[in-house]
């Protein structure tokens, strides 16, 4: 069966709060972190990885997802408190910004030619 995560990403200022669910959490942090995130992450520039949780299987990950994305606010930011309390990115030392742009500009010539 395979992995899954549920993680949550904020911006900056910790104003916004965004709960998604991947199979390849390293490289789904990468796209958000290069601006290829869905256009809500895009929007809102949230790139900053608050909290993850690995699941058994991708149904249970999605079904975690939408169980989190039910709660209240004041829920969600406790559990991300409980795990990373001084609200820290996570994966901020998993890329170098060289390895970030790299994957921007990859990304940005695979989509040129289709606009």
């Given at each position: 069966m395979k992995t899954g995560y549920v993680y949550i990403l904020s911006n900056s200022k910790r104003e916004?709060?965004?709960i998604g669910v991947?199979?390849?959490l390293e490289r789904r942090i990468l796209r958000h972190k290069s601006g290829f995130g869905s256009e809500f992450t895009q929007k809102?520039?949230?790139n900053t990885l608050l909290y993850y949780e690995q699941i058994h299987g991708m149904k249970n990950a999605i079904s975690r997802e939408k169980q989190l994305k039910n709660w209240h606010r004041d829920w969600k930011w406790n559990l991300i408190s409980n795990e990373n309390p001084e609200l820290l990115d996570l994966a901020e030392d998993w890329f170098t910004l060289d390895e970030i742009h790299e994957f921007k500009l990859m990304m940005e010539n695979k989509f040129a030619g289709r606009f």
């Open positions: 916004v709060l965004y991947t199979g390849n809102y520039k949230l």
